[in-house]
């Protein structure tokens, strides 16, 4: 039996899946404790400078991430040496870049940028934009080449250190917000120092970048960039289109309590799609079609089989989940903008169910070199999203209508994807299912002999 589990502890789903948990098992106590530290309008400022930074991560890390997992699958070690190299030189350009961007228009538009409630994020990305860079290159890195137990330790390392800090912030230090700001450069630099010492970084192939590679990195990500912008414009246009709204920052604090859901339903998701992508990706590179098939199959079968009585169950206890995460404050309606976040949540519960076909068709795309597909793909769903959440906001003046408007465009997601997909690999929708019970079906054998 302990060499069963041991086997199964090994899988690289299961490390993939582990890194993946205990990220978000920490990421949901440090929602926890934040929203306990800080009033509804404080920590709305908080969720809008990591909005604004999630936002351009994945801008500055989609440019190289996607194809660098995809060319270091199939690569000899002189060409990886090129290819990790680039990736360097390209991020630390495209951080410049941004920094600049950034503080110039904080420099000419202040007073805007303070009314907004992005003041934070305009004040301190551009640091810690540096000081994760590392890491982050890291993560990359060791995803091409499947060492996901190098993955856990460093994002354990990162989230363990900036969880415990917040705890003694909240019941020993009590300081404002720009120290937790602080506090969080702090760490990334720190977890980035260790990754350079590790080796797991790549900076030491630095330089080996060259043109060539330089272009074929940027090649493939004029698509994937895009797209990942688009991707996060998904989660991340709800927050700002509410911040811009009348209903302020408190609005915001309010809409990230059911949003939290999402989050915590995208850890096992991304989780799966790090080992399902190198995966398509070898198996594409080796023209084997029928491999492909078959990951895409059961990885969007066995997930989506997984988040159902997720979604059941959030749905049928959202005032629970809504006391657990925000605390009573943000129990009932809300009096400024007549919204209940118990009902948005049940919304995102179901909307969760939609979530995995959503984000294996893209994998899918992205694996088998179709990733202006993909790219059209979240343009409409991107279009779809602006346009229903500004008629949610100015005509309807409803939160739970924005919350609405996510389910119909990832339902759009689903079938374009699944169109574009099918006609590259000729899909038979009901194999999803069967191939993703057959997942779970041939573990507990597997566990039971």
């Known amino acids: 039996m302990i060499k069963k589990i041991l086997h199964i502890a090994k899988e690289k789903n299961i490390q993939s899946l582990a890194g993946n948990m205990i990220t978000a098992v920490f990421g949901l106590f440090t929602f926890v404790v934040l929203t306990r530290s800080y009033n509804q309008e404080v ?21 190289t991430r996607t194809a660098l997992v995809r060319f270091l699958s199939g690569a000899n070690e002189a060409e990886q040496k090129k290819l990790i190299g680039s990736n360097w030189y ?134 994937s960039t895009l797209t990942l912008i688009g991707t996060n414009l ?37 989780s799966f799609a790090a080992t399902a992508f190198p995966k398509m990706s070898k198996a594409s590179i080796e023209n084997d079609l029928k491999m492909v098939r078959y990951y895409f199959y059961s990885y969007a079968g066995s997930i989506t089989i997984l988040f159902i009585p997720i979604a059941v169950f959030g749905f049928i206890f959202s005032d629970f989940f809504v006391l657990l995460l925000g605390g009573k404050q943000y129990l009932g309606i809300d009096p400024v903008s007549g919204a209940s976040t118990s009902a948005i949540f049940k919304v995102f519960a179901l909307y969760g169910i939609l979530l995995p076909i959503d984000r294996l068709t893209g994998v899918g795309l992205d694996s088998i070199n179709k990733p202006r597909k993909n790219f059209y793909k979240i343009i409409y769903m991107v279009l779809a999203n602006i346009m229903g959440d500004l008629i949610a906001i100015f005509i309807f003046k409803s939160i739970l209508m924005v919350a609405v408007v996510t389910v119909i465009f990832t339902f759009i997601g689903v079938v374009i994807g699944y169109q574009y997909l099918t006609k590259e690999l000729q899909l038979k929708a009901r194999l999803i299912w069967v191939e993703g019970w057959k997942v779970y079906t041939n573990k507990i054998k597997e566990f039971t002999r």
């Open 43 to 63: 920590f709305g400022e908080w969720v809008l400078f990591l909005t604004g930074a999630t936002f351009i991560e994945m801008f500055r890390f989609g440019i």
């Open 90 to 223: 390209i991020g630390l350009v495209v951080s410049i870049m941004l920094a600049a961007i950034l503080y110039i228009c904080l420099y000419f538009f202040p007073d805007q940028i303070k009314k907004s409630g992005f003041l934070l994020f305009f004040q301190w990305y551009p640091i810690l934009s540096f000081l994760n860079l590392p890491f982050n290159n890291a993560l990359t890195i060791q995803q091409s080449k499947q060492y996901f137990g190098q993955i856990f330790i460093v994002r354990t390392l990162s989230s363990a250190l900036f969880f415990f800090g917040l705890v003694i912030n909240l019941f020993w230090l009590k300081l404002e917000l720009i120290y937790v700001i602080w506090f969080n450069l702090a760490v990334s630099g720190i977890v980035s120092l260790i990754t350079i010492f590790a080796g797991w970084d790549g900076l030491k192939y630095l330089f080996y970048a060259d043109k060539k590679t330089n272009a074929k990195l940027l090649n493939f990500g004029k698509y």
């Open 234 to 270: 998904l989660r991340s246009a709800d927050t700002f289109i509410i911040a811009l709204s009348p209903f302020g920052t408190a609005a915001v604090a309010l809409y990230s309590i059911p949003l939290k859901l999402t989050e915590m339903l995208q850890i096992p998701l991304r």
